[in-house]
Nanobody, 114 residues
Framework: QVQLVESGGGLVQAGGSLRLSCVASGTIFSINTMAWYRQAPGNQRAWVASITSGRPYYADSVKGRFTISRDNAKNTVYLQMNSLKPEDTGSYYC?????????WGQGTQVTVTS
């Protein structure tokens, strides 16, 4: 079992920044990929960024503005979000897969005002 706990969401004006954190616990030695998804009201959950074997990948909508990173010593993955836009508003979820199972965090809310 793997538990994921996100933090760092909040209310910010357009152009501002936030850093999300996701701490993993449990049977984490098998985790290779971690990712962030987001879900805006009325929309499906969408992939934002992921990191696999240290290599980052981004959705086109956030490329150049968001940075995903991982601290293996702290079992934590981060999402640094800069130049935030109102369309970045939503609940952000941490995701991973291990032992053939998919795990989600509980989500953290990000609200960007114009």
């Amino acid at each position: 079992q793997v538990q994921l706990v996100e933090s760092g969401g909040g209310l910010v004006q357009a152009g501002g920044s936030l850093r999300l954190s996701c701490v993993a616990s449990g049977t984490i030695f098998s985790i290779n990929t971690m990712a962030w998804y987001r879900q805006a009201p009325g929309n499906q959950r969408a992939w934002v960024a992921s990191i696999t074997s240290g290599r980052p990948y981004y959705a086109d909508s956030v490329k150049g503005r968001f940075t995903i990173s991982r601290d293996n010593a702290k079992n934590t993955v981060y999402l640094q979000m800069n130049s935030l836009k109102p369309e970045d508003t939503g609940s952000y979820y941490c995701w991973t897969i291990g032992n053939g199972n998919v795990y989600w965090g509980q989500g953290t809310q990000v609200t960007v005002t114009s």
